[in-house]
Nanobody, 126 residues
């Protein structure tokens, strides 16, 4: 069983940057797709980005493409989400999760996710 812990959230001004970390413990991290989802107040959880088990392939939602970069460090069992040019609409709780599913078109659906962290709050405000 995998356990995931997100960190790195906080309050930043529009245009600023944050780097989120998703640290995994337990078996299976190396074989799992890792996805970052986010949930804004009053909205459903939506996928932002994901990375293949090898780390070779990534996908991004159109809303974050060109601003966010996902990466993974297999040795440390960590997946990062570098977020640049942040906007107020990026404000949300960010969750990382695992999935056994990978395709090159888009990230796994919420229903295809297995394990979740508890989330980290990102607030973009001046």
């Amino acid at each position: 069983q995998l356990q995931l812990v997100e960190s790195g959230g906080g309050l930043v001004q529009p245009g600023g940057s944050l780097r989120l970390s998703c640290t995994a413990s337990g078996l299976g991290f190396a074989y799992s797709t890792i996805a970052w989802f986010r949930q804004a107040p009053g909205k459903e959880r939506e996928g932002a980005s994901c990375i293949s088990p090898s780390g070779r392939w990534t996908n991004y939602a159109d809303s974050v493409k060109g601003r966010f970069t996902i990466s993974r460090d297999a040795a440390k069992s960590v997946v990062y989400l570098q977020m640049n040019s942040l906007k107020p609409e990026d404000t949300a709780v960010y969750y990382c999760g695992t999935s056994d599913v990978w395709n090159h078109r888009d990230c796994p659906a919420y229903s295809a996710m297995n394990y979740w962290g508890k989330g980290t709050l990102v607030t973009i405000s001046s």
